[in-house]
């Protein structure tokens, strides 16, 4: 009996054992949590002397456990001093992790000049923790629910840092709000637009109509409309350059193209809509946000009165409009092209006193990359190269040391880079180190000089494209942590790429 029961089992046993053989086969093909990490703790203590609080510099620990920052102590509080997993840092700085509010990552569609493997480890090296990504570049542009789940999809696996996602605003959805709401509902964290082309076929500039309907929606969401804000004006010099009575090869010839009277014509057409945000205006709840203002003549007196006015906006520059000037670009030195374009020492010196002064409120590092093959080197046309600097991977380095003669502090440092980025994005637990955020950390150290030459690794495609490239820095990441992940130590990156997506609800 016990016999012939036995081989009836057997059979049923045999399906039984294979079937937890394919499980476990399965689900150990997923990666640990472990190797999300260089650091194989999930409570540890963060020690530095230098530690950046909104309160300010403090001498003590951050605590880290789950992912979250659960205290932040003095160091005369001995508590830490009895707990094992510390890492000390000495006298390196812990500040908040950077977060890029305007990088171009173009997977799908255009991978060869920057995808989200390469993007995010160049971030992760140079002390980004989040970056929100650009509608364009990537093919097709992120104007529709469906084109965002493309963009999440391809960045599925591969994202070393937190990734969230801008939408476009463009003719085609402006009008239609049904459109506008799916793409908001599925988790853009706001829309961007343009006021001038785009130089990307698939993202049509918008009108003041189409940003007023745009804002509208956003009001209903609270989120905020980015925008490039130049207008194309007639200009004397537009056909003086085609003529070639201007050397191409000249940056101000390219300079004389983008006058900053198309900043300023743009920013008053754009501030006439801009009166809907105040309180009690019909899209109170929007923002709008000025991305990479160059020109401080005309444009920044416009905004200052705006903001005074009740306005719900913000600006923001780049650090290659405070690091270069246009007397210094050499000919035919293309990597320098940009939109709007650098401009002359005066106007840098200007933007360097908006943003200490607070009228400027924040960074990115409009990391907009191409192949080197569009940035035409051979001829050095500023006309036809590709207008956009490739720069993710250096931006803490560069504000700060282009920014030490200013006596910039690590506190502006962290507002400018993280807290007042945070707020653009809707990101309450990322941005600061307090209790209860995020552990989205950079440890670096300020004095550590490096040259960007070929021993230098850089993580992001086409490196020799960077406008940075023979620069020498100071300001050198040590390490950096996302949601309490080690995910990159002095030229070393965890064996998992574990960012996430990040989807407003
Ligand atoms: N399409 C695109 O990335 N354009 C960017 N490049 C640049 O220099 N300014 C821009 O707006
Ligand atoms: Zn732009
Ligand atoms: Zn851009």
New binding site residues.
């Given amino acids: 009996m016990d016999f012939l029961l036995g081989w009836r089992v057997f059979p049923l046993l045999t399906l039984l054992a294979s079937f937890l053989f394919f499980f476990y086969m399965k689900t150990s093909s997923k990666p640990s949590n472990s190797e999300c990490s260089l650091l194989p703790h999930d409570r540890f203590w963060i020690l530095s002397n230098n530690i950046v609080t909104p309160t300010g510099v403090i001498s003590g620990a951050v605590e880290v456990r789950g992912g979250n920052i659960i205290s932040v102590v003095n160091k005369e509080n001995q508590q830490w001093k009895i707990k094992s997993n510390v890492v000390d840092y000495g006298d390196a700085v812990v500040m908040p992790g950077l977060i890029d509010v305007h990088a171009?990552i173009d997977e799908p569609g255009r991978t060869e000049w920057e995808g989200f493997s390469s993007g995010t480890k160049a971030a992760a090296a140079g002390g980004v923790t989040t970056l929100i990504d650009?509608p364009?570049?990537s093919y097709p542009s992120t104007v529709s629910e469906e084109t965002l789940k493309l963009k999440v999809d391809a960045a599925e696996d591969k994202i070393y840092v937190d990734v969230g996602f801008w939408g476009g605003l463009v003719p085609d959805n402006a009008f239609n709000r049904s459109a506008l709401e799916g793409l908001l509902k599925a988790g853009v964290l706001g829309l961007k637009s343009?006021m001038c082309p785009?130089?990307?076929n698939d993202?049509p500039m918008t009108n003041a109509s189409h940003i007023k309907e745009g804002l509208n929606v956003l009001a209903k969401y609270k989120r905020p409309l980015l925008v490039?804000a130049e207008v194309e004006l007639d200009s004397e010099s537009d056909s003086e350059a085609s003529d070639g009575i201007n050397d191409v090869r000249s940056y101000s010839t390219y300079l004389k193209t983008r006058p900053p009277s198309w900043e300023a014509a743009a920013i008053r057409e754009l501030l006439a809509v801009t009166k809907d945000t105040r309180t009690g205006g019909p899209s109170e709840g929007s923002h709008v946000h000025i991305?990479?203002l160059s020109d401080t003549r005309a444009s920044l007196d416009m905004i200052k009165g705006a903001k005074s006015s009740g306005d719900s906006l913000s600006v923001e520059t780049c650090p290659h409009y405070l690091a270069f000037s246009s007397e210094e670009i050499q000919d035919g030195d293309t990597r320098m092209?940009?939109?709007?374009p650098i401009r002359d020492s005066a106007n840098r010196e200007r933007l360097w006193d908006a943003l200490t002064e607070g009228h400027i409120d924040m960074l990115s590092s409009?990391h907009?990359p191409t192949v080197p093959e569009l940035k035409r080197f051979d001829e050095g046309d500023f006309l036809k190269a590709w207008?956009?600097?490739s720069s993710l991977q250096y931006v803490l380095p560069v504000t700060w040391s282009y920014g030490r003669k200013y006596g910039i502090t690590l506190n502006q440092l962290a507002s400018w880079w993280s807290e007042r980025p945070a707020k653009l994005a809707g990101q309450d637990l990322k941005g600061s180190i307090v209790s209860g955020s995020h552990a989205d950390i950079v440890v670096w150290e300020p004095d550590t000089e490096f040259e960007l030459d070929d021993n230098h690794t850089a993580y992001h495609k086409n490196p020799s494209i960077s406008a940075y490239m023979g620069k020498r820095l100071s300001g050198k990441v040590l390490a950096t942590f996302v949601r309490g992940n080690l995910v990159y130590k002095e030229g070393q990156h965890a064996p998992v790429a574990c960012g996430v997506p990040i989807l407003a609800k």
């Fill in positions: 171009h650009m364009l570049n343009f785009s130089g990307i993202f490039h991305v990479h092209k940009c939109s709007p409009d907009s207008g956009g600097i």
